[in-house]
């Protein structure tokens, strides 16, 4: 059913490791946004099979759950519908009396690389990822409070002003951010907090994957700074974001009290701070948080408009389905 080109044993489990940064992965949007992660995910399953043996229920069951708290950790899904959706596409087979099952059909591009991994490499794979990502995560924020403890003195006070010598330098990381929502398939917009001249978070757009409305850009790197700090007021904090925020962001970048927005591209459709409503300038909400508009603008903007040419250029081969909706 499909002509791609075989993956590598390291590909593969260069590709699981990488899914399995995210969390709260469903099969059902897996499958609709990316037919060759769904494919090496239910792969990756069905190596926790031992080859050429049949299995019985209890056995197949155990084998799925041991994946699911493991290799599979990523997925949002119980045994029960992982093992319908791996017989339903062929992944495993199950005996004519229905109560035992046994590896099935991988699709060709995976076939040789599955002859040489193994479950416990996927296991461990999974897991230095995550302690990686876990890791570093809690080294930025020794590395934070290190340096928050020696500067809250001098930090605190003036506002910062409207244009910031950096701004450039911090949207194209907030730019590298958006790239990172284009290589899982999201509307490529990406944002980056910043204090006193330190990243403290960044953030791309994956409402999709995450099956989360609110998993807009800002409200990633709004979400990892707060809990960075331990504190949901963002003080004297800039957020940087490659597309105008949406109503919702605006919200809770007023909530968090960012003293500072700059934006790359206008968002004539949802752009709450301006192009459709400016909820900055509305003197009845309290804070008062300075807008710069239009850094990099060009460049943020053609992103997305590739992004979509590429997307229609997919559907138009057939190889996406039709969208329903085009909007971040
Ligand atoms: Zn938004």
Request: aromatic share 6%; charged share 25%; net charge negative.
């Amino acid at each position: 059913m499909q002509s791609w080109t075989s993956i590598s044993k390291d590909a593969w489990l260069e590709r699981l490791a990488q899914l399995a940064k995210r969390v709260g992965i469903h099969l059902g949007t897996l499958r609709e946004r990316d037919a060759r992660d769904f494919e090496l995910v239910l792969a990756s399953a069905v190596l926790f099979f031992p080859p050429d043996q049949l299995l019985t229920e209890r056995d197949a069951n155990a084998r799925l759950k041991d994946f699911l708290a493991s290799a599979g950790i990523m997925l949002s899904t119980d045994h029960v519908e992982l093992r319908r959706v791996l017989a339903d596409s062929g992944f495993i087979h199950r005996s004519d009396r229905g109560s035992a099952y046994r590896r099935g059909t991988l699709p060709d591009w995976l076939v040789p690389a599955a002859e040489h991994l193994t479950a416990a490499q996927l296991r461990d794979e999974v897991q230095s990822a995550r302690t990686g990502h876990a890791e570093a995560r809690a080294a930025r924020k020794q590395a934070w409070l290190a340096q928050e403890t020696a500067s809250i003195e001098t930090i605190e006070g003036a506002p910062p002003p409207i244009e910031g010598p950096d701004d450039e330098t911090y949207m194209r990381l907030a730019l590298d951010q958006a790239h990172n929502g284009w290589a899982l398939s999201e509307v490529p917009v990406g944002a980056v907090l910043v204090k006193d001249g330190q990243v403290l978070a960044t953030g791309f757009n994956q409402p999709i994957g995450n099956a989360d409305p609110t998993a807009h850009a800002e409200m990633q790197a709004i979400r990892a700074a707060a809990e960075l700090l331990g504190n949901y007021r963002l003080n004297h904090c800039t957020l940087y974001v490659t597309l105008e925020p949406c109503a919702m962001c605006a919200g809770a970048i007023q909530h968090a009290r960012i003293a500072r927005v700059v934006y790359g591209a206008p968002d004539p459709k949802t752009g709450a701070c301006g192009s459709v409503i400016d909820l900055f300038a509305e003197p009845r909400l309290n804070h008062h948080t300075q807008v710069r508009r239009g850094v990099m603008a060009d460049a943020c903007g053609r992103v997305l408009s590739e992004f979509f040419a590429a997307r229609r250029e997919l559907q138009r081969a057939g190889s996406l389905p039709a969208d329903t909706e085009e909007a971040d």
